[in-house]
């Protein structure tokens, strides 16, 4: 039975990953090759790294990432952020990245995603949405969730998925930091509207919110960063509630 | 590893270089049948992929391979292409290897099979000794003509063939390289001749 996957997700802003990853007792900041490889060994059916850089040139770091991580961790790892044109789906792709996640640039040139798609495949492109709830819908935002589009977040689901994008990572920005769990509602839409899988992200605080993202959600995968680097809990503490409470997961065997 | 421009072969090259197995990406038949060990890796649709071994002398080099008794591994698409035929973007003819058509994957949640899912061996095998989780991402699998040729499976919808094996000819559905330790010893033994 194919198992929901459990993702941790790393910031990374000049090569370095920006808060402090605690394990268990143990905070370590910094190299997130080093940190990858240990989630990865804790569990991890994915890893995440977002670059938050600001400036294009820190963005060659984030290509030295993509080929260190390569090299040392073998399970898939996504790259997302500062993604503006094919060429840099490219270099983070050749660079050893089996996916790209795209946001911003894709709201801006829709096309992006097409090209993408045709060229390497809608296996490596996922298209990140960042919504917010307004009334009964919900908009999508750019920009790290500062601009509102005026997109509405099911009809660019549906029409990125149209365009060839292969997952869809969707982060609600009001639930996003409150570790109340995801919004379920546009989870559950989105979900139901894609024939490609859905990432839930934004809110993990409780055992319970991942289960209810798998299950009421029907999301495919979870993505969290501070609940697993506070270690407020190890991925294998989430992934053994969830085997209990019947969801199909990947049980490693490792603490 | 067979090099014709399909998919990301950097991965599988990480793994190998981690291994600490020697290994050459060349596109090559000269350079190929000097290897004791033959990978065909491969991402993306069959028809293009086809096309590129075909415009090559990489089709006829990969059947002379496989008659000769030399193990190749084919692994994901490169599994694929092994077969006679596939749907996939109309009807197209594969390298013919293995009797048995590439298929849509139907009745299943998505279109796509992505993530980790359990290997299950149907019966003794070297290669694969055991069941542990593989990391699939395909929307076609293999149907063979041999049943019997399936050596793990995996479901997703239905029965999905997740190793197969005939003779010396050898493929993988899901991908190795990204199965952590699964999948790494499984490259290990094919690497040895453990199989």
């Given at each position: 039975m194919l198992t929901k996957r459990i993702i941790p997700c790393l910031d990374?802003?000049?090569?370095?990953?920006?808060?402090?990853?605690?394990f268990v007792d143990l905070v370590q900041e910094g190299d997130?090759?080093?940190?990858?490889?240990?989630?990865?060994?804790?569990?991890?059916?994915?890893?995440?790294?977002?670059?938050?850089?600001?400036?294009?040139?820190?963005?060659?770091?984030?290509?030295?990432?993509?080929?260190?991580?390569?090299?040392?961790?073998?399970?898939?790892?996504?790259?997302?952020?500062?993604?503006?044109?094919?060429?840099?789906?490219?270099?983070?792709?050749?660079?050893?990245?089996?996916k790209i996640a795209v946001n911003t640039a894709a709201l801006r040139r829709p096309e992006l995603l097409t090209e993408g798609a045709d060229r390497f495949g809608s296996q490596c492109i996922v298209l990140a949405i960042d919504v917010r709830r307004i009334g009964d819908h919900w908009e999508v935002y750019s920009h790290g969730g500062t601009r509102a589009t005026g997109r509405d977040a099911v009809t660019w689901a549906r029409e990125a998925v149209e365009r060839g994008v292969g997952e869809i990572l969707l982060t609600s920005i009001d639930s996003d930091g409150t570790q109340a769990g995801v919004d379920l509602a546009i989870t559950r839409q989105v979900s139901e509207v894609v024939s490609v899988p859905v990432i839930a992200s934004g809110g993990m605080g409780k055992l319970h919110h991942f289960k209810d993202a798998l299950e009421d959600g029907r999301a495919d995968?979870?993505?969290?960063?501070?609940?697993?680097?506070?270690?407020?809990?190890?991925?294998?503490?989430?992934?053994?509630?969830?085997?209990?409470?019947?969801?199909?997961?990947?049980?490693?065997g490792t603490a | 590893m067979v090099n014709y421009g399909v998919g990301n072969v950097g991965s599988l090259g990480n793994v190998l270089d981690y291994l600490g197995l020697s290994f050459v990406l060349s596109a090559d038949p000269v350079e190929l049948a000097r290897c004791d060990h033959l990978?065909?890796?491969?991402?993306?649709?069959?028809?293009?992929?086809?096309?590129?071994?075909?415009?090559?002398?990489?089709?006829?080099?990969?059947?002379?391979?496989?008659?000769?008794?030399?193990?190749?591994?084919?692994?994901?698409?490169?599994?694929?292409?092994?077969?006679?035929?596939?749907?996939?973007?109309?009807?197209?003819?594969?390298?013919?290897?293995?009797?048995?058509?590439?298929?849509?994957?139907?009745?299943?949640?998505?279109?796509?099979?992505?993530?980790?899912?359990?290997?299950?061996?149907?019966?003794?095998?070297?290669?694969?000794?055991?069941?542990?989780?593989?990391?699939?991402?395909?929307?076609?699998?293999?149907?063979?003509?041999?049943?019997?040729?399936?050596?793990?499976?995996?479901?997703?919808?239905?029965?999905?063939?997740?190793?197969?094996?005939?003779?010396?000819?050898?493929?993988?559905?899901?991908?190795?390289?990204?199965?952590?330790?699964?999948?790494?010893?499984?490259?290990?033994?094919?690497?040895?001749?453990?199989?």
């Open positions: 990374v802003k000049d090569g370095q990953v920006v808060k402090g990853v605690n997130p090759v080093e940190l990858g490889a240990r989630y990865s060994d804790m569990g991890a059916d994915e890893l995440v790294f977002l670059d938050i850089s600001a400036s294009l040139e820190a963005r060659k770091h984030v290509m030295e990432l993509a080929r260190r991580v390569s090299r040392q961790v073998f399970i898939p790892f996504t790259v997302g952020g500062g993604i503006r044109e094919i060429e840099d789906i490219e270099g983070v792709l050749a660079a050893g990245a089996d995968a979870t993505l969290a960063a501070s609940v697993f680097h506070r270690a407020i809990f190890t991925i294998d503490e989430v992934k053994t509630y969830l085997h209990r409470e019947g969801i199909p997961v990947r049980l490693t | 990978i065909l890796p491969g991402v993306g649709a069959f028809a293009p992929a086809m096309e590129r071994l075909d415009q090559s002398e990489l089709t006829t080099f990969l059947r002379v391979w496989a008659a000769s008794g030399q193990p190749l591994l084919g692994i994901c698409l490169g599994m694929q292409l092994l077969l006679s035929d596939s749907e996939e973007g109309g009807h197209h003819t594969g390298l013919d290897l293995i009797g048995g058509q590439v298929k849509k994957i139907r009745g299943a949640p998505r279109d796509v099979h992505m993530g980790w899912n359990q290997v299950v061996p149907l019966g003794p095998d070297k290669l694969i000794p055991e069941q542990g989780y593989g990391y699939f991402v395909h929307s076609y699998h293999c149907v063979l003509d041999d049943p019997q040729a399936i050596v793990a499976s995996t479901v997703y919808g239905a029965s999905i063939a997740a190793v197969i094996r005939q003779g010396n000819l050898l493929g993988i559905q899901f991908h190795p390289e990204k199965s952590q330790t699964y999948g790494l010893d499984i490259l290990m033994r094919f690497a040895r001749g453990e199989f």
